[in-house]
């Protein structure tokens, strides 16, 4: 790898499937030693630009570096400068634990002079010292996952791509599961994370939000919540919610509406000239209007904001 300060670089990268673009035209740069956050809905085409980025897709057009290797023209020393965690678990259930662990040190290549070392590590990492001779597929998730993570990293490589490496654990093993992410990015390790859950994606120091293929935020989870909400953000407590929606969806200088637990949070136009015009649309209908009041938008509402309805087709270059 060159010492380059990004150890990610993406340039006007394209996947097209016939007539479909999953990927269109991204452009972005992640630097060494980030924890880097990639979100989008499904379909949006975070798990294609990892693909393409751990050299397993081929891109259309444009291109893009890893470890300072092209995505395009080398796979192979991408591969060998990576690692890859699926969403889906990847080690082999009806082997032991140490049986994965010997085997992805030989994918890897792991120089048998630091083998033990690693494999010691690893066991560590994993909290199952003295477990090495369990089924793997006898394991809790949370082991099976930091089992994973321990795997994807018996090489020691300079950059790591997590493909929702904590879906289906519990809170506190995922934020076990973060805390040695960031341990890993002290060390100067980038990684490059997708995950559905918000309160994950505030452990970044990045996000970009992708969707339709393009990128249409892109920051820190603070200067997103500052900056990525197309309009000012209400909240809302009121009588029937459901039928609240529809009538606020047609409501003037509303511009999205979507429930929130026992409320609505709006985005308007203009939070105070537009608030009798929600009381008076609320109440005419007879839903009664309890509380009406700006707030500040978390990134579950500026996620929601970026990648639905007219802001949707909106995108962000670098």
Known sequence: MSESANSVVIEGLVKRFGDFVAVDHLNLTVQRGEVFGFLGPNGA??????RMLCGLLKPTAGHATVAGFDVGRNPDDVRQNIG??????????????????RFFAGLYTVPAKVLKERIEWTLEMANLKGQEKLITGTLPGGWKQRLALGCSVLHKPPILFLDEPTSGVDPITRRQ????????????????????????????????????GKIVA????????????????????????????????????VLDAAAFGSSLHLVVEQAQAVIPLIRQALTSQGISVTRIEPIR???????????SGRNAAQEVNE
Request: charged letters at 20%.
């Open 177 to 212: 599961f973060w805390e040695l992410i960031h341990s890993m990015a002290e060390d100067g390790v980038t990684v490059f994370v997708t995950t559905h859950y918000m309160e994950e994606a505030e452990y970044c120091n990045r996000l970009a939000l992708i969707n339709r």
């Open 45 to 50: 085409g975070k798990s294609t630009t990892i």
């Open 218 to 253: 892109l920051g820190t989870p603070t200067e997103l919540k500052h900056k990525a909400m197309n309009g000012e953000l209400l909240l809302v407590e009121c009588g029937e919610i459901g039928r609240a929606i529809e009538v606020l969806k047609s409501c003037a200088g």
């Open 297 to 307: 938008p978390t990134l579950e509402d500026v996620f929601v904001s970026q990648t």
């Open 84 to 101: 890859y965690m699926s969403q889906k678990f990847s080690l082999y259930n009806d082997l032991r634990v140490i049986e994965n662990i």
